[in-house]
């Protein structure tokens, strides 16, 4: 059965996300199979991460790159016209010709490529740096890895005791 987080829960990871984020995520860790608390610490650290604490939906001025208007977008920021392309093919979604339909569906967006990318291998194994290159390509900043993983360690604390609990 996959982990859900409680609000109280998400607030001690990521202080700054808001209490509705957790809906969303917990759809998304249902969807992704997150059924130890190492996987959806690194989902909910990685998300966390890539969306400025579930804030963000979209890069800021993305809309002025050069590839607009297949900038980053959802929760894992799916970026390119092919990562678009195939989004779309898996999830029957005109998200070439509207890309803001991957707004609409940032569950079933993020989900698919968390699933599509294979992102447990990392988390089963703990790596964050990973993790995070596997998302963001080989030039991961230093700033995103190091946020990534205090948002990691915390989940792995606050998740792990959750986790005896219910054991």
């Not at 804030?55 to 993305?62: A, N, T, V």
């Amino acid at each position: 059965m996959p982990i859900s987080l409680t609000p109280r829960q998400l607030k001690a990871i990521v202080p700054e996300a808001p209490a509705s984020a957790v809906l969303t995520l917990n759809s998304i860790l249902a969807r992704t199979s997150a059924v130890t608390h190492l996987r959806a610490a690194m989902l909910v650290s990685q998300l966390a991460t890539s969306s400025r604490d579930f804030r963000l939906l979209e890069e800021k001025d993305g809309r002025l790159r050069p590839s607009a208007p297949y900038f980053g977008r959802g929760w894992i920021r799916l970026t390119g016209k092919r990562a678009y392309r195939e989004v779309g093919e898996a999830l029957d979604l005109d998200v070439v010709r509207n890309p803001d339909l991957v707004l609409l569906h940032n569950t079933e967006v993020t989900a698919w490529f968390w699933n599509a990318h294979h992102l447990h291998r990392f988390s089963d194994d703990g790596d964050v740096d990973g993790c995070v290159r596997a998302i963001s390509g080989e030039g991961g900043r230093p700033e995103a890895l190091s946020l990534a993983r205090t948002f990691y360690d915390r989940a792995c604390f606050v998740l792990a005791g959750a986790h005896e609990l219910a054991a």
